[in-house]
């Protein structure tokens, strides 16, 4: 017998099978729990090693699975729905409470999510976005190149390496003036998104537009821009603005068909622009950018963890 068939069941935190369900033949004691447990694990929860016990861990992931079946829930992984759409839109809603305890309510959706095969919902990836595309300013004498989106094969991560208050509009005006990139200015702000350090992201730039920030690999290549000070600061960037751009770049990674294993690139790993090759094969490099204190591998890697968790659409 399975815990969702007996309607007499409550399987609650501190219960063990043998001493809740004297129906239980003895050959099935312990069953379940540990089915339960079972249950939970293949749904995508880890309820941990499937031991019989209502322990605390068990309880939390009851819970976990009683708050995700209840009408909040977004199902992206179920094709028929879309993405985004609400699981309730397409399925029944589960009326229960979030107790921990599993009653008749709670096994009759443990069983209909086994029978439909439904999985734990992944966690959507959200940052804050502001469009400020048309109040940029731009040069005037000069048009962007554009480009079909097929043709980005990296997302570059840069750092403005200016003072804190160094915002968007500051690079804008400085980039499309004459500068150390070009004595005309260049078409358009450098970056197609800027990161500011409390994690807001800002699209400066359509995607297709090429922008002027690593010479040679411009046409190939989407620039990201974090506010940070690099020069002599021994900090890295801040948690809220790491995790931003960490986001962001799983998110155009997504969109793009890019891997962030290996589509990301700081511009310090650029050749020319970042670093020489010495005659010795040596790397020299010509610039920290986005800092010495951001450990690209780790970047990509954190991001790379995002990018395979990733359920939702574009904001
Ligand atoms: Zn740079």
């Not at 909040?72 to 699981?87: H, I, K, T, V, Y």
């Not at 731009?138 to 480009?147: C, E, F, Y």
């Not at 890019?258 to 310090?268: A, K, Q």
Request: aromatic share 10%.
């Amino acid at each position: 017998m399975h815990y969702y068939e007996d309607p007499q069941i409550a399987l609650e935190f501190g219960s063990k099978d043998c001493n809740v369900l004297p129906r239980a033949q003895p050959n099935e004691k312990d069953n379940y729990v540990r089915d339960l447990q079972q249950d939970l694990n293949a749904l995508g929860y880890t309820a941990g090693k499937a031991d019989g016990w209502f322990g605390t861990r068990t309880m939390n992931v009851v819970r976990n699975f009683q708050a995700d079946a209840r009408d909040n829930l977004r199902c992206e992984q179920d094709s028929a729905l879309g993405p985004g759409r609400r699981f309730a839109e397409a399925h029944p809603v589960y009326v229960g409470g979030v107790t921990g305890v599993v009653d008749t309510l709670t096994a009759g959706e443990l069983q209909r999510w086994k029978q439909n095969r439904w999985q734990k919902p992944r966690p959507v990836i959200k940052y804050q976005q502001e469009d400020i595309r048309d109040r940029l300013p731009v040069n005037s004498q000069r048009n962007p190149r554009i480009r079909p989106l097929n043709d980005i094969e990296r997302i570059v991560l840069h750092c403005t390496d200016a003072q804190p208050g160094w915002g968007a509009f500051q690079c804008a005006q400085y980039d499309i003036k004459p500068n150390h990139i070009s004595q005309r200015g260049c078409p358009t702000i450098t970056y197609a998104y800027f990161v500011n350090a409390d994690g807001l992201v800002q699209k400066c730039l359509s995607r297709t537009v090429v922008s002027w920030h690593v010479g040679n690999w411009n046409y190939s290549s989407l620039a990201v821009v974090l506010a940070y000070r690099a020069t002599g600061n021994q900090q890295p960037p801040p948690p809220a603005q790491i995790e931003a751009v960490s986001a962001l770049f799983a998110r155009i990674c997504q969109q793009l068909t890019l891997d962030p294993r290996s589509n990301i690139v700081g511009h310090r790993e650029l050749l020319g622009t970042g670093y020489h090759l010495g005659a010795d094969g040596k790397k020299s490099y010509r610039k920290s950018c986005p800092g010495w204190k951001v450990d690209l591998d780790e970047f990509r890697q954190e991001t790379g963890r995002l990018f395979e968790s990733l359920t939702a659409t574009a904001i």
